[in-house]
């Protein structure tokens, strides 16, 4: 059963989406543009509520046809979308990058992106042009409160709609407490759970509920408070930005905002009403779902991909995409979709295509990040993590260490192939490999060095981030570490710190017109140069030395980012890419041949 269609709601949704698309666009333009989310949530709040509502009055509300209707809006888009975006990043992006971006399609597939993205980093700061799903995490909480949402209002409704509304209230009010207290302690908390953004698709659920309790309609013939909203919006738009504690109390102007907007009664005569049911931006709304699944993973391929190219370019390219593909959607996937899905007599088909939808994306994602990013769990470390090559014939080989010997993953596949040696991975991106520490990720080193006695391989490769582990200060974790292995190992190579980027080095910076020579930072120069010496003094007739500096020195005495025969050589600041550290390949090899003389590996 349909509402009564208001096409000032779809002009609110163009409102809220534009203003998001040209925040992403440039933040610049719009400094409070991301704002747009929270009037989503209000709008989201009130259609479900508003829909619950009518068919309860008419006595037909079913949890099934509730989940039917929104599989229908949601999922045909969400298909389309990602495939394409799984497609362009396989395309384009380095093997950590498509390996992130897998990782982020299960995250995505699941309504689970914003959880993921609490372990990530921030939302303003995430290396954004890697980072496709980036904006999932918005219908990821939507989806989370549609799971809780429609059995919390029906328990309500079982009493007053007086009693219903209350309990909304309450909810809304806590919730916004928590909002408020988080943004101060927790930011990330507070963005991008649902616990603390539940009272801005509340407000709009209460707002849903008043007229059964016989109220909101004074307020509701109101003639100014279309124009009110909208002056409210374009002020958080504008006065809003990311430099605030956001979401906390800032976020109650979009949602004041978007509120006197919805309940003003439909049709009243002024300018901002017929503003909002002006038909081009009616139309813009309409494909707003399809227009913000789509424009985010162009804008981040585009600025990947042409990093070095003018912005003017990628502006184009950006617009012209985004619109090709977004009537795509829409015209052909989204609208006949939702038809045909959103039919009863296709129940069946509709909740099928939902399972096998999650069943291909999930398994599709985890192949992308287990295929392009080797790294080890710290819960597998003591039985061996990954193992490559099993059948080795010249001996084995083990890579220990954190992301720093993580990114090393694919060249010693490579290597263990070449050489004919069996390779266990326990590697652990984050995790502390080095004896001495009395944090969690200390049981890493315990578990390496009990699987390491066990196997006794032939080498160890042993990669960190040396200044992190603060061996300069500390060197006897190293010399412990290295004792301990050499009781089972034959030998030890140490791969040392490639040098860190600068800012204007990263694709950001590029993007900005920075160009080569790139130096490293002094103080990032003099703590690396540090490390390395501090490595250099356990060489000896056990321990080889595989020094990764040199092998990212141009010619102008800066550091060598990229080829364009082998494209980027760093993956962030601080990583090295693939194509990075397979400049470091022939180093092992000869770390290893030096010392197994006695067959002839092909080395590509």
Aim: glycine share 6%.
């Amino acid at each position: 059963m349909s509402l009564h269609y208001r096409p000032e709601i779809d002009g609110l949704r163009a409102i809220a989406v534009l203003a998001v698309f040209v925040f992403h666009l440039k933040r610049e333009w719009l400094p409070g543009g991301f704002v747009g989310v929270d009037v989503f949530f209000v709008i989201s709040g009130y259609l479900i509520t508003s829909l619950i509502l009518r068919e309860c009055d008419y006595d037909h509300f079913s949890y099934v046809r509730f989940y039917q209707r929104r599989i229908a809006r949601l999922l045909p888009a969400f298909i389309f979308a990602a495939s394409i975006t799984v497609s362009g990043s396989f395309l384009i992006y380095s093997p950590q990058d498509l390996a992130s971006t897998g990782a982020n399609l299960v995250a995505a597939t699941l309504s689970a992106t914003n959880i993921k993205l609490l372990f990530q980093g921030d939302y303003f700061v995430l290396s954004q042009d890697s980072q496709p799903f980036l904006h999932h995490w918005s219908l990821a909480v939507e989806e989370q409160f549609y799971l809780l949402f429609p059995v919390t209002v029906r328990l309500l409704l079982r009493r007053t709609p007086v009693y219903a509304v209350s309990g909304l209230l309450i909810i809304t009010s806590m919730s916004l407490i928590i909002c408020i207290v988080l943004t101060e302690r927790v930011p990330k908390l507070a963005f991008f759970l649902l616990p603390p953004r539940a009272w801005e698709l509340l407000a709009g659920s209460v707002l849903a509920m008043l007229p059964a309790i016989g109220a909101g309609h004074e307020v509701s013939r109101g003639k100014y408070l279309p124009s009110i909203g909208l002056a409210i919006l374009a002020l958080s738009f504008v006065a809003i930005n990311e430099n605030l504690a956001v979401p906390g109390y800032l976020a109650i102007f979009p949602v004041a905002g978007a509120i006197c907007i919805l309940s003003a009664s439909s049709g009243t005569a002024s300018a901002s009403w017929t503003f909002l049911s002006w038909s081009p931006i009616v139309a813009i709304g309409r494909v707003s779902y399809s227009l913000y699944l789509l424009h985010w993973p162009i804008f981040s391929l585009v600025d990947y991909h042409l990093y070095l190219h003018s912005s003017a370019l990628r502006l184009s390219l950006k617009l012209g995409l985004t619109f090709v593909a977004t009537y795509l959607c829409f015209a052909l996937i989204e609208r006949p979709a939702r038809q045909c899905l959103g039919r009863q007599m296709n129940r069946r088909l509709t909740f099928s295509l939902l399972g096998g939808t999650v069943v291909l994306f999930v398994a599709s994602g985890t192949w992308l990040r287990n295929h392009n990013y080797i790294n080890a769990e710290a819960s597998s470390v003591g039985n061996g993590g990954l193992l490559f090559n099993e059948h080795g014939k010249n001996g084995s080989i083990v890579l220990m260490g954190d992301s720093n010997a993580s990114m090393y993953g694919k060249t010693m596949i490579r290597i263990a192939k070449d050489v004919d040696l069996r390779l266990n991975i326990i590697s652990v991106a984050g995790g502390d490999p080095l004896p001495g520490t009395e944090r969690e990720s200390g049981n890493i080193w315990n578990n390496s060095e009990s699987f390491i006695r066990q196997v006794r391989p032939d080498y160890v490769v042993l990669a960190c981030n040396w200044g992190a582990r603060r061996i300069t200060d500390d060197p006897h974790r190293l010399a412990v570490a290295l004792d301990q292995l050499l009781l089972s190992a034959r030998r030890v190579i140490i791969v040392t710190q490639p040098p860190r980027l600068p800012e204007s080095a990263t694709r950001e910076g590029r993007r900005s017109g920075a160009r080569p020579p790139f130096f490293e930072e002094s103080e990032d120069r003099h703590s690396r140069e540090q490390s390395t010496a501090t490595v250099r003094t356990f060489q000896n007739s056990n321990v080889s030395i595989v020094d990764a500096a040199p092998r990212f020195a141009a010619q102008d005495g800066g550091i060598l980012v990229s080829t364009e025969q082998l494209g980027q050589f760093f993956q962030d600041r601080d990583h090295l890419s693939t194509a990075g550290a397979n400049r470091l390949h022939q180093d092992i090899v000869e770390a290893l041949l030096g010392h197994r003389q006695n067959y002839s590996p092909k080395i590509r």
